[in-house]
């Protein structure tokens, strides 16, 4: 029993596994920031309603970073913090072109690409481990973010 961590899970797995969510983190911010950029910066006809739709992108990973942070606080680990460290880790980049709206969304798609690719990685690993926390939570960003996928997908068609 020695080798769990305080909720029972296996603590090297657990050490992997809070990396792994770190490499979120640091996606999720820098996408964040993004969706922040394309909601100030957005111009054109389709003004209106992209800047509604930013704005609630935002703050849906607003709630999502401090979901993904508590919950590498919960495996028993520190969320890493420094933007620094985010632009460095993460495989999002900054994004410069924030005022064309056919732009910013194809952006958005390849962000939440780059997302479900790792969200899937974790809820792997986490089911592996019996991690029911992570592996629900993993499954809920998913089956969201695939709805939001074919959502912005039917926009630019």
Not at 29 to 37: A, I, K, L, T
Not at 45 to 57: A, N, P, R, V, Y
Not at 89 to 113: H, R, T, W
Request: proline content about 1%; hydrophobic content about 35%.
């Amino acid at each position: 029993m020695s080798n769990l961590n305080q909720i029972g899970l296996d603590s090297q797995k657990s050490a992997e596994l809070a990396q792994k969510l770190n490499d979120l983190l640091a996606n999720y911010s820098v996408f964040y920031q993004n969706v922040r950029g394309y909601h100030w910066n957005v111009k054109g006809d389709k003004f209106f309603e992209l800047h509604i739709k930013f704005e609630e992108l935002y703050n849906d990973l607003f709630v999502k970073i401090d979901e993904v942070a508590e919950r590498i606080l919960t495996l028993g680990y520190a969320p890493q913090h420094c933007f620094s460290n985010y632009l460095t880790n993460s495989q999002i980049q900054e994004s410069k072109e924030v005022s064309d709206g056919m732009k910013c969304v194809g952006n958005i798609l390849a962000s939440f690409k780059q997302l479900l690719t790792k969200q899937r990685d974790i809820l792997q690993l986490s089911g592996d481990i019996n991690d029911e926390g992570t592996n629900a939570q993993m499954s809920d960003y998913i089956r969201e973010q695939e709805k939001l996928v074919w959502m912005y997908s039917a926009y630019l068609a």
